[in-house]
Every structure is written in structure tokens, then in C-alpha cells.
């Protein structure tokens, strides 16, 4: 164990190549690769922490559950209204281990506790720590999202969740230059990050019906465009009809920063109440910009960053840092 860069400045636990926040989470890793059963129907959001998980999952829910938000003039059709992006999706990690995973035989029963019409699943773990059933090429058939983003911004969202987060439980925020190190030595929650993309980029040249590998940046840009490929991938396309009705164009509006920082679910109110990841759940919603590393960050810093990026994506046909 070391002290890394994580949501409760504790030691981070080191398993299989990944720093995680404690030992829990490893045990929880544990079970779910021997006792998860990935479904075919199965889809996975997959992301480093403050990659833009929460957009996907939302982008993604409002995809899959779409014959609700159809209506327009309809305010109650919004399933974000009344639960936050991640109350939408079960998480792997957290939802699995906690169910007892053998029925009358003794024998493993997939992931029960599930809603039968939502198959989105969430997941920070790592591509190589998956069960085997969702990483398999040929083993269940299932499909994979995973979302990445510029480390510097990346890193900048990291450090003030994590500052907002010690302020709210009444701890030292961890200065910034001390964050930027650790995260540099990859030794933050789930890191090191770079490992973490390049696991679902070479996953994603493997298997490039498996895996859609996005990235915030573009989706910033394009969000029409890629909300359709999603859907597309997920195997939830837009019918041209669909289409015609703007329903493109509305779920990415109910989908924005804009519209989900501002409603009242997301403003007020936590997730995992009353448990140690308890969280405050507008902690999710900064700014969602690109580049507002710019405004954190030295050019030494940033110029650091990149190198370190340079050296770990070398060859691997990936860029990271977004110049536009
Ligand atoms: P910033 O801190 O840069 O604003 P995650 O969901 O993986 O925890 O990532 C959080 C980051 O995504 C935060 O970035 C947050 O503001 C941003 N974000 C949250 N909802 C978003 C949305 N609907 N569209 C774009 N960015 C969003």
C-alpha cells in the first residue's frame, strides 16, 4: 500500500497493475471475476474516474429507455428527473459482490438483482481485471463503451473532486502540486491512468465490434454524432423517423451539462447514503469544459503531462492530448 491520490487521502491498495482505494475494492474485484456471468444483452460503460462517466451513463440510460423520453411537452418523461445518471446503472464493482451468488445447487446466478429491461452495467475496473466473461472476444457476446479524456483535464476534474470531497468531510484538501505527482506516478484511484486507457485502446483494435472507444473531447464536439453511434453500437439505433422527431437532438439536450447540473436530484441530495463512498451528488458536475486545464495548470506542468504521455501511448497508435 501507498498514499495516492484518492477520495479519502488513504492509502491506496496496488493489485494486477492498478492502485485502488482500499482493500475492499480488491476483494470486490475478486468476486466479481469469479462469480459474474456476463449476458449476451450485456452492456458495459466502462471509464477511469472523471473521463465523462457520468454523461455516458446518462447519454447511454436515455438511449436504451428512449420510448419514455419521447414526448417533448412531457416534463415527466425525463428519467434524470427524479435519479442521477448513476442511479440509473448498477456498478459492477459495488452491486455484484454484495449478492449472494448461488442458488439452490451451489451453483453461480448472474447478476440477479437487475432490472431485466436496463443491460447497461458501469465499471471503473481496469480492461485486464474484468471477469473474463465481459473482456472474452468469443465468451458472452456482450458489448463495451468505454470513455476516456486529455490526462491534464483528466487530472484537474481528479483534483477537485477529491478537494471538494475532503472539504465536505471536514479534511485537509491534498495540495495540488502533491496530487499532480501522484497522478503523474500513476498512483491515483484506478490508476495509473494512462495503463487504464491503453488496456480498452488495444482491447478496441482486438475487437472492434466488442468495444466503441470514445473520447470526451470529440464527443464535446460532435455529441449528435457520436450519441447516434452509441446508439448504433449498443444495438439501439435511431430510426429515421426517430431521426425526423429530433429525438437525436433531444436526448443529447436532456443529456448536457447544462440540463442534468441543473436539476434539482443532481444539486442536492447523495449517492450511497449513510456508507463510506457516501457522495454529495452535484460533486459530479464542475464545469464540463475541454482544456480547462489551462486554467490549473503550469505550462511546466502541462508540458510534463504531455511527455508522460507521449512515452506511454508511443506506438500504440493513441493520442491523448487534445491541441485544438
Ligand atoms: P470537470 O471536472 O472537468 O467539469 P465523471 O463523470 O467520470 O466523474 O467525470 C466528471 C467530469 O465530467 C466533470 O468534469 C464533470 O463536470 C463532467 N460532466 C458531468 N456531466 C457532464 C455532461 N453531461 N456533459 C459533459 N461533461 C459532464
Request: charged share 25%.
Amino acid at each position: 500500500t501507498r498514499q495516492g491520490l484518492s477520495a479519502f487521502n488513504c492509502d491506496l491498495v496496488h493489485y494486477q497493475g492498478f492502485w485502488y482505494l482500499d482493500t475492499s475494492m480488491v476483494a470486490r474485484i475478486f468476486s466479481a471475476r469469479r462469480h459474474f456471468q456476463a449476458q449476451p444483452s450485456d452492456i458495459f460503460i466502462c471509464s477511469a474516474p472523471k473521463t465523462g462517466t457520468t454523461w455516458l451513463k446518462a447519454l447511454a440510460f436515455a438511449i436504451v429507455s428512449r420510448t419514455t423520453v419521447d414526448d417533448d411537452d412531457d416534463s415527466t418523461a425525463n428519467p434524470f428527473l427524479s435519479k442521477t445518471p448513476h442511479e440509473c446503472l448498477p456498478i459492477l464493482e459495488f452491486t455484484f459482490p454484495s449478492m449472494t451468488p448461488h442458488d439452490d445447487n451451489g451453483s453461480c446466478l448472474p447478476f440477479f438483482n437487475r432490472d431485466p429491461k436496463n443491460p447497461l452495467i458501469a465499471t471503473h475496473l481496469p480492461f485486464s481485471s474484468l471477469p473474463e466473461s465481459v473482456s472474452d472476444s468469443d465468451s458472452s457476446g456482450c458489448k463495451i463503451v468505454y470513455i476516456c479524456r486529455d490526462p491534464k483535464d483528466t487530472f484537474v476534474s481528479m483534483y477537485h473532486f477529491f478537494a471538494k470531497l475532503a472539504a465536505s468531510r471536514n479534511m485537509e484538501p491534498i495540495p495540488l502540486d502533491k496530487a499532480f505527482e501522484l497522478f503523474c506516478n500513476g498512483e491515483s484511484s484506478f490508476g495509473p491512468y494512462w495503463d487504464h486507457v491503453l488496456g480498452y485502446w488495444e482491447a478496441s483494435l482486438d475487437q472492434p465490434d466488442k468495444i466503441l472507444f470514445l473520447k470526451y473531447e470529440d464527443m464535446k464536439e460532435k455529441t449528435g454524432f457520436y450519441a447516434t453511434k452509441l446508439a448504433e453500437f449498443i444495438g439501439h439505433g435511431f430510426s429515421s423517423e426517430e431521426e425526423g422527431n429530433g429525438v437525436v437532438e433531444k436526448i443529447v439536450r436532456m443529456c448536457s451539462f447544462d440540463c442534468l447540473s441543473n436539476l434539482e436530484v443532481n444539486k442536492t441530495g447523495k449517492i450511497a447514503e449513510n456508507t463510506a463512498w457516501e457522495m454529495e451528488n452535484k460533486l459530479y458536475f464542475r464545469k464540463g469544459n475541454v482544456k480547462d486545464w489551462e486554467n490549473h495548470l503550469t505550462p511546466e506542468m502541462a508540458a510534463r503531462m504531455d511527455l508522460i504521455t507521449e512515452q506511454k501511448l508511443s506506438g500504440s497508435g493513441l493520442t491523448l492530448t487534445y491541441s485544438k
